[in-house]
């Protein structure tokens, strides 16, 4: 009677079995590099350092060429000097304004530099802000001046490129 009778049992725990390892084969050695000479290693500092300068260089000639043509953009002594101007009342952190000066270097492309000229009179510094003030507009403003430094003009706004490009050509052929 005790036989057919399942007693609860303590379980036992198991212990894992131990994972067997397969044997890898035998690595050969990697082939010895052969030295660099002295000759060699100076020559590969000397392209290297010459690979920088040439690309240190190109940038840097890049970022001159930039600044030159900003500082000239922003030169308001140009206005009559002899050639018709172009000046953008501008904020350059007005996202209109930015639109605006876009259009304008677009419809400027279509005109030679002894043609017409474009400058930036920027509200940031104190000749940009004394221009306006004299004019009487604020920003997302052209104003258009004769060879002589009168104002002719004055353009409100954004305004489509081909359509300024037309105003300027309007301005510098108006007699003077």
């Avoid at 397969?22 to 392209?47: F, H």
């Amino acid at each position: 009677m005790f036989l057919n009778r399942r007693w609860p049992m303590k379980r036992s725990k198991r212990q894992p079995k131990p994972q067997t390892r397969k044997k890898a084969a035998p690595a050969s050695k990697p082939a010895p590099v052969p030295a660099k000479t002295r000759r060699q290693m100076l020559g590969g500092l000397a392209k290297t350092g010459l690979g920088i300068a040439v690309i240190g260089g190109g940038a840097g000639l890049f970022l001159t060429r930039t600044v030159k043509a900003d500082m000239y953009e922003h030169d308001l002594g140009r206005i009559g000097q002899g050639v018709p101007m172009v000046v953008q009342v501008h904020d350059p952190h007005c996202p209109t304004c930015l639109s605006l000066q876009r259009q304008v270097r677009k419809a400027m492309r279509a005109f030679g530099e002894d043609e017409l000229q474009y400058a930036i009179a920027s509200l940031e510094k104190p000749e940009g802000r004394e221009l306006a003030l004299n004019h009487g507009v604020g920003k997302i403003t052209l104003l258009l001046f004769d060879a002589k430094g009168e104002r002719q003009d004055v353009l409100h706004g954004v305004i489509n490129a081909n359509l300024l490009e037309q105003r300027f050509r309007r301005h510098i052929e108006r007699p003077s």
